[in-house]
Each structure stands twice: as C-alpha cells, then as structure tokens.
C-alpha cells in the first residue's frame, strides 16, 4: 500500500452540527521519512468530547485550536512501521497524537511507548487520558476522604465511570448522574456505585435527596446541565467542586448560567477547574497510583468500537446524545 487516508478540519461546526461537511478526506502518499523520524501505522484512535472545543475557533483556551486544512486532533494507539530514529525500532508499540489519519509520522517528540501487556482498546480506555484525568480529577483536585459522599456526573462515561469506582476503593459514598436506565444499571450493578440518578427523569431535588442523606463532599462535573444548581444547593460546608467537563455547553453560544457564588462563601466551597495538558508531564506517577486498582480488579470498563478512519465523523455525535456505552474508539 502506497497510500493511506486522512480527514482534514475544513469548516469550524455551527451549532454544533458535526457532519462530513466540516470535514475533508483525503487520499495522501505514505512519506518517506527523514533522519531522526519514525512511521507509525495508527490502529486504534481515540474520540473525546474535548475535539469540540478543539474545532471551535476559541484561541482563548487551554490549547490553540485546529488550523482549518490541518489533520483533525486526536489521540491513538498505533505501531512503529519504518524507524531512523535511535529511540524506537520497527515493531513498537506507541501512543501520541497521532491525528485522523492511517499513518503518522513523528519526530519522537510526545510519542510514548506502551509496554503493558493490555489489549490496545484497554489502553486508550483506561490507562490514556480517561484514567489519568480521573486519577488528577479526584484524588489532585477533589482529595477525597473516606466517608465522604461524592456525585459524579457523566457517571457511565469513560472518565466517570473510573472516577466513580476510584472512589468507591478509597471508601466513600459513591453517587453517579447519568442520561438513561441501561446506564444507571449498569453503574450500579456491574461498578458498584451506591446510587444512580437518571437527570432525564423528574423530581430530581427528591432523587437527590434521597440519595445524598447527609448532603454532598465532592461533586465531579463532567457535564454541566439543570441538574448541577440542585447538586450545588447540598454541598456541605467545605466541599469541594472538580471542574473536569461542561458537554451540557460545548454546543452553545452563551454557556448555561452557573450556581451563584453565594454558596460558595456561605459553605465556604472550593471550585477548580483542571485541564489533563497542564500534566501530562505528571503520567508516570499519575499511572503510578491508578495502576494498583486496575490490578486489583478494581476499575471495569466498556469500550464503544467503532470502524474505519471516516467512521470518527458521525460518531462524535454520539458524545451529545450519549448513546456512546463506554469510551469511544475508532479501529482503524
Ligand atoms: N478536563 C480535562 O482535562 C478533561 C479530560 C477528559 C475529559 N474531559 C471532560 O470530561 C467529560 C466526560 O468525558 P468522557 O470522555 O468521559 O465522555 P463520556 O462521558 O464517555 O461521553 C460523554 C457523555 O456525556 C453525557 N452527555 C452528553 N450531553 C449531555 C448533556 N446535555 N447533559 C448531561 N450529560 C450529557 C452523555 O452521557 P449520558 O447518556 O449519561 O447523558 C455522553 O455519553 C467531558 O465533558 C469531557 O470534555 C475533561
């Protein structure tokens, strides 16, 4: 094979329609490379909800966005083919950002190399960004206490679910908010949460209390949505508000008002967000300690597979209507 596809971002989406009129697909040569580079043939990427910003055209953010023309962004999985670099032989195994594409050639820099002996998928679900946002999110940020009562929301998601079970091993009262019954029953019955709410479902504040008795320590935002001002209403004196994902907004031009700050003095609540690009240079000992409860039988996971490169388009809008079951991976 002499050639290998890739998807270029053409348009910046508009009311967060994602379709193959944002994105151009292209047929390219696989380049010869250059002294000091590798080829990578990619066999697994990863689809995160962060693309959507990466698309929009905000460069007042934590990372610049995609260049219209330039390969779409994304994380993968993948196997060095051809190698002039004296860092990797042909056969390695490596993670990076490898872009939409088939092929990816590399220079070394930020391409790591994967020596757990896990399936590829289990990889980019658990021990790639899910896993390390998670760990930063909870115990970095949140600094849960045995006891406590955590609410996470996205809770079936790839990093919900780790965050959720994460905490439920350090001892505390684990709440997951999700978007349907095959969700909540499965956080509950398959990773051990102590209660589920589904947010499409009415009389919240009740479910809410019903769920939360002695009001809420940590609350894990991954979506934001009508159901974080009840959540930011039982939050005790001194809890704590990890501020991972907004998805609820991604799509909007004006974000959803947030809970008044009035809370925030009276409970005297602590509120932070974090972005994984401010630590990634923190992985070994992010791995470090999430590592032993993946040993320990402690964090499932499902992956939600799809195929082939062109595949990527309709299914990051599976991220919105949130019939994705699991982390998001295209086989490509
Ligand atoms: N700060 C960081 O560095 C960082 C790193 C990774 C991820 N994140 C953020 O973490 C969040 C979760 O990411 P993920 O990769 O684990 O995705 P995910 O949870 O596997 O997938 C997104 C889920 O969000 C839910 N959702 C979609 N629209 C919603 C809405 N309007 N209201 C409430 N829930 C909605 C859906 O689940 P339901 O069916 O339950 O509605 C959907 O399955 C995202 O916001 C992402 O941007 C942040």
Known sequence: MTTFTAINLIKRPQSGVIDSSIFDVVEKQIPTIAPGQVLVKQNYMSLDPAMFGWMSSDTNSYIPPVALGDVMRSSGIGEVTVSNHPDFVVGDRVMGMMGWQEYFVSDGEGLNKVTAPLPDESILSVFALPGLTAVQGLFNVGKPKKGETLIVTGAAGSVGSIVGQLAKAEGLRVIGVV????????????????????????????????????????????????????????????????????????????????????????????????????????????????????????????????????????????FSTGANKGKLIVKL
């Open 179 to 318: 978007g349907s019954q095959e969700k909540a029953d499965w956080i509950i019955n398959e990773l051990g949460f102590d209660a589920a709410i589904n947010y499409k479902t009415d009389d919240l504040d009740a479910q809410l209390a019903a769920a939360a008795p002695d009001g809420i320590d940590l609350f894990f935002e991954n979506t934001g949505g009508p159901i974080q001002h009840l959540i930011f209403d039982r939050i005790n004196a001194h809890g704590r508000v990890v501020v991972c994902g907004l998805i609820a907004d991604y799509h909007n031009e004006v974000p959803a008002a947030g809970p008044s700050w009035l809370n925030i003095i009276k409970r005297r609540i602590t509120v932070q967000g974090f972005t994984m690009p401010d630590h990634f240079h923190q992985v070994p000992e992010l791995l470090e300690k999430l590592t032993p409860y993946v040993m320990a039988g402690k964090i499932k996971h499902r992956t939600h597979l799809l195929n082939g490169l062109t595949s990527a388009i309709d299914g990051l809008n599976l």
